[in-house]
């Protein structure tokens, strides 16, 4: 099978690409390697996979919100399925730079829905967060969910793709899978997330910032189940048959959360760190960040059901596997 991966530079993505290939697929990797975090991380990532796979990965740096050159770039390549992971991430970031959001998870994702709608695609699987709860307070939460109150612009746009999609699917009977990812961490992680940033600071004996009075609430979910999550469902689309989908579509469209199916308290997860990095962490004690939220746990049930996904690493196994491979990444003894 040959994927086009989008976001292949980035964090989930270049670790799904890795798994296809492992498996003997073959990967077009697409991203446009911005320099929303340090672009030297973003090389590492594909030079970890040409290295490992250079005569089964061609990559492509390409923007997938510029629609002209993004059919250019594509239109002497051959594929069957679309992994589509590409997007500006970052809750906080939108709220500094929402027209990054609009050109890359609005128009990207549109962009990327009418390569697959004019190809006849197989199966397109996309990302979408759970963020798109927003201040939902039942917990965990399920797909079925009302998802009309976003917390962030972000949040909106993800929201925004799940409904783009159904279109698509509606209209054009095109085979879709969004996937709603819960806090993602492990080795390649970013550097703008909770993980990598409390390692840094507590490695240098800088002060982390805790928000909500450090009441906050993560189902942490490592990156080797995500991928196992993701492969599942490319490998298994919606039929088109009529019968109500996980999301509640009759349309060739499903949602899923990719969580870990635990809600872990962030004070766990700071001793856990601290226990890794053999030194004690300095707290700083915040309020609420706009656009945040203080838990998220997600039902997992219709993946598990459908596809048969379910994690199995725990954060006193995922984290200790980070601060290793970050010590290894930065040469720390």
Known sequence: MRV??????????AATAFSLLERGDEVIGIDNCNDYYDINLKDAR???LRERFSDRFVFIKQDFGNTAALNATLADEDFDTIVHLGAQAGVRYSLENPHAYAHANLLGHLNVLEIAR???IAHMIYASSSSVYGGNTKLPFEIGDTVNHPLSLYAATKIADELMSETYAHLYRLPLSGLRFFTVYGPWGRPDMMMWIFTVRILKGQSIPVFNQGEMYRDFTYVDDVVKGVLACLDQPPVDDGAIKAGGSTAPHRLYNIGNNRSEHLMKVIGLLEQECARKAHLEMLPMQPGDVPRTFADIDAIRADVGYDPTTPIETGVPRFVKWFKDYHAIS
């Open 46 to 48: 594909l030079r970890h």
């Open 118 to 120: 004019h190809r006849k």
């Open 4 to 13: 086009l991966v989008t976001g292949a530079a980035g964090f989930i993505g």
